[in-house]
């Protein structure tokens, strides 16, 4: 008789606890979900006016090298875009010391996100960084593609951006630049570098712009650094 009241009371124990342990794993999950999608926006939800008449915006956008250069290049990128991190770490070296060093060559970068909600708030963060100073836009586009995540995954959160600003890029209001992240301070501007990329002829990244000329999506190296030389030869 025992063991049957012991077997009636450990049936519905059991039950209770697992639906317990369901609901505790339904409460983390969607904390978990809650917390990686912070801040994630599609540019779709982005209000405001846009002016896509005037082409390239050179004046908002980051730059490296004179201003006396006598050649502008725009690169035109997305911060999860692992081509682009690849552009960055095996070629970027060699044409800063040709091309920009020497005074030839005003590199422009210009945000393409395309590849999914986070490309729109790293490239937001970039926004914020550069909005507070110029050159540590380009720290923080070397090291967040040196700490590039999976192309396939979200891992450029606001959690991740927030952290990685904080332990690697010094030398700004870090108060304002979480500020500008969370409050989508710049989004606008991302939104504006996207519509009028794709209005010029971008469709993925990263592709380039030679003093205006876009080149064919899938040049080289040296088909860039050849039509930089025929500029420079006028």
């Known amino acids: 008789m025992a063991r049957k009241q012991k077997r009636t009371l450990f049936v519905p124990l059991f039950l209770g ?14 904390f978990q979900q809650k917390e990686l999608t ?8 982005v209000k405001g006016t846009i002016d896509i008449s005037k082409g390239i915006l050179y004046d908002k956008q980051p730059k490296l090298g004179s201003d006396d250069a006598k050649v502008k290049v725009v690169e035109t990128a997305d911060f999860k875009c692992p081509v682009c991190a690849n552009w960055s770490v095996t ?11 020497t005074g030839k060559v005003q590199l422009y970068f210009m945000n393409y996100s395309f590849i999914d909600r986070d490309s729109h708030l790293a490239a937001s963060a970039g926004e914020a960084i550069f909005h507070q100073n110029n050159d540590k836009f380009w720290e923080f ?9 999976n192309e396939k995954k979200i891992w450029a959160t606001q959690k991740f951006l927030l952290n990685f600003v904080k332990k690697n890029i010094a030398g700004i209001d870090y108060a304002q630049f979480e500020k500008d992240l969370k409050g989508k301070t ?49």
């Not at 912070?38 to 939800?45: K, S, W």
């Not at 070629?91 to 060093?101: A, L, R, S």
């Not at 586009?141 to 995540?149: F, I, M, R, V």
């Open 38 to 45: 912070a801040g994630l926006i599609n540019l779709t939800e």
């Open 141 to 149: 586009e070397q090291k967040l593609y040196a700490n590039q995540g």
């Open 91 to 101: 070629h970027m070296p060699q044409f800063k010391k040709d091309y920009i060093d």
């Open 17 to 30: 606890g697992l639906v317990l342990l369901l609901v505790a794993l339904m409460v983390i999950n969607r």
């Open 186 to 234: 710049y989004m606008l501007d991302v939104k504006e570098d996207y519509k009028i990329g794709g209005s010029l002829g971008v469709n993925g990244t990263p592709q380039f712009f030679v003093n205006g000329v876009h080149l064919d999506p899938s040049a080289t190296y040296e088909d860039l650094t050849k039509a930089i030389d025929a500029e420079l030869a006028k």
